[in-house]
């Protein structure tokens, strides 16, 4: 069935950039996502990648989508202790279908 | 506020006993998810509508679980005979097909505690 895989954890310090990796088992993924969630506070997107598309930049967020391998990461760079939040990686076959998430990954960032 | 809204936000109640959950979507939003998320898990997908129509049931659905949209609007999501298990937050969200960005948009939660 379709799995997704994340490491749990990750600590930086405050500047550094942070690498958060996920791997995917359903090679029909067509969107492949990141939301992050806060204490408190609903799940948020964060960014998106096509399934045809290699890399994506928005500001301080690159997602590397490796499809061969079913492999997708996201970079945080200068990281800031306001990043600290679970990151989780989705992917659904279609825009507006059920989203499949990983157990996500819990950011910590040190000042 | 114009995001999505879940009622009531916490509901703590005893094994056996019947609850419901409500959604209301952004306005406009003809798509509604209904997920569970269990401590330390991702987002586990339950169902979702399109307006009024159930369109995809996952398996987690038991028959205890049941959905409605009449309306096409809000939606409830009703669990009976609640057991220990199904102590979680319950997630609803809701987009609209041909956005730009193919985001779904997550209300608060729902965190049932059954004891």
């Known amino acids: 069935g379709e799995d997704v895989e994340q490491s749990l954890f990750l600590s930086v310090r405050e500047g550094d950039s942070s690498v958060i990796n996920c791997t995917y088992t359903d090679s029909s993924s067509t969107y492949l996502y990141w939301y992050k969630q806060e204490p408190g506070a609903g799940l948020q997107l964060l960014t998106y990648?096509?399934?045809?598309?290699d890399m994506k930049q928005d500001q301080r967020l690159t997602v590397l989508l490796n499809k061969k391998d079913k492999h997708l990461s996201l970079r945080i760079a200068d990281t800031q202790t306001g990043d600290s939040a679970i990151y989780f990686c989705?992917?659904?076959?279609?825009?507006?279908?059920?989203?499949?998430f990983g157990k996500g990954t819990t950011l910590s960032v040190s000042s | 506020d114009t995001g999505v809204s879940q009622d009531p936000r916490h509901k703590i109640t005893k094994r056996g006993q019947n609850v419901t959950f409500r959604c209301d979507p952004i306005?406009?939003?003809?798509?509604l998810y209904w997920y569970r998320q269990t401590l330390g898990q991702g987002p586990e997908f339950l169902t979702y509508?399109?307006?009024?129509?159930?369109?995809?049931k996952s398996r987690l659905l038991s028959d205890r679980f049941s959905a409605e949209r009449p309306k096409g609007s809000f939606s409830t999501l009703e669990i009976q005979r609640t057991e220990q298990g199904d102590s979680a937050m319950y997630l609803c969200a809701s987009s609209r097909p041909g956005q730009l960005i193919p985001e779904q948009f997550f209300g608060p939660g729902t965190r049932l505690t059954v004891l």
């Open positions: 989705a992917e659904s076959h279609q825009a507006g279908t059920a989203l499949i």
């Open positions: 306005s406009e939003h003809n798509r």
């Open positions: 990648i096509f399934s045809n598309m």
């Open positions: 509508f399109q307006n009024e129509a159930q369109l995809e």
